[in-house]
DNA sequence: ACCTGAACACCGTTCAAGT
DNA sequence: ACCTGAACACCGTTCAAGT
């Protein structure tokens, strides 16, 4: 069967449900193809390129928000529009790491953020709400990432299962409803920046590529 | 010289200044040290435990809490808890993933999560604001990241340097603020948990380790 | 157009053997 | 106790050459 950019995703995709990204190699993943490991790169630029085709694969399971006259709803949409995410990257073991380091590669808005942001209180000016979807994401990312991991840990018997998942579902809950309030009030309480002695050193000089010796 | 545990650090916080966390691999670092790389193992059971020995330098910096009287304070001191954080991570390339990635590993109460605890608005209870430390450390560590990646991007010209670091500085805080503010208001409306159709399409079948053909 | 074979320049880690 | 030398089992990527 002809090898196909589709083929590859699929491929990767049960390697990822199965193993997890450790076992995601360009190589590993030929073999399973039964191909040559630099056929792939005739259909995908890079390893990196393929992380951004699984993350938009993991997502695309999340249920389309449907779009109300381009008005910004309530809470509870934003809060089900978290959920939803949630559980898109829950159903791929790695899930929500595969989508961080994609992310972090291609910075490109992810389509839920955009739901996020559409979902988000109507008190805010565009600009806070796509900071606000941005800071929602920062927030589901890493801790479903710390969830998933953590659970990985659990089945290698590496860590002590202290914890239900209702319980690690109220937790996140917690941490969605909470930033979710916050930004419900954020136009009554504007962000003044006060002092702030902490900026710049972050101006790290740059010499050469790679140190040797 | 000896090699020293705390020198194999120094020599790697040298690597992770100066040309960032792709750069650090055992070999380049014992090559830096004018050593073979097994010599590292000696002293280091492995890059992972390096690693996390590098996240706690980096929070290091941090200024320590002056614990008054075991007090929860109000919401300028849980601001500036995750600013202090900030400086700390930015001061190093890379510095938010190495310390994402260690938490990971290790996920062991990090400093200044229990400074991020002790300062978050007392009408938390002990859970919540366990709960609420750590979804805060998610929002820096990915925000951080994002910011740190993205300058990286713009060094290497990829990427358009479009925002100035005081508007990079506000958003940052505009996330730290809602956060905080949502915080303060959890006990007045406490997380009920509705409709879960979402739960526990999560366990996903574990096979056997690493596939093969 | 699509893939193989083979190489290039790397990894983390282990471990007998040396000192 | 501490380190070398050398190996093991991998990586991502490129590219002439084949079909």
Not at 12 to 38: D, E
Request: with cysteine; aromatic share 4%; charged share 20%.
């Amino acid at each position: 069967m002809a090898l196909s950019r589709e083929h590859i995703v699929d491929a990767a995709m049960t390697i990822l449900r199965s193993y997890g990204l450790a076992s995601l190699s360009m190589r590993n993943l030929a073999k399973n193809l039964g191909v040559q490991p630099g056929a792939l790169y005739w259909h995908v630029k890079s390893k990196q390129d393929l992380l951004v085709l699984l993350a938009d694969r993991i997502l695309a399971t999340t249920p389309a928000w449907t779009d109300q006259v381009g008005a910004r709803s309530d809470r509870a949409d934003a809060r089900q529009a978290a959920l939803d995410i949630r559980t898109a990257l829950t159903s791929v073991k790695d899930g929500a790491e595969v989508v961080s380091v994609a992310q972090a590669l291609n910075p490109r808005q992810l389509a839920p953020l955009q739901r996020l942001r559409d979902t988000l209180p109507s008190n805010l000016t565009l600009r806070q709400a796509e900071w606000g979807a941005r800071a929602l994401t920062h927030y589901i990312l890493g801790a479903v990432a710390e969830e998933q991991t953590h659970a990985e840990l659990i089945l290698a018997g590496v860590a002590a299962s202290e914890e239900s998942t209702a319980y690690t579902t109220e937790a996140f809950i917690f941490g969605v409803d909470a930033f979710l309030r916050g930004l419900g009030a954020a136009a009554s309480a504007p962000c003044t920046v006060i002092d702030l002695a902490t900026e710049d050193q972050r101006a790290v000089p740059r010499k050469q590529l790679h140190a040797d010796s």
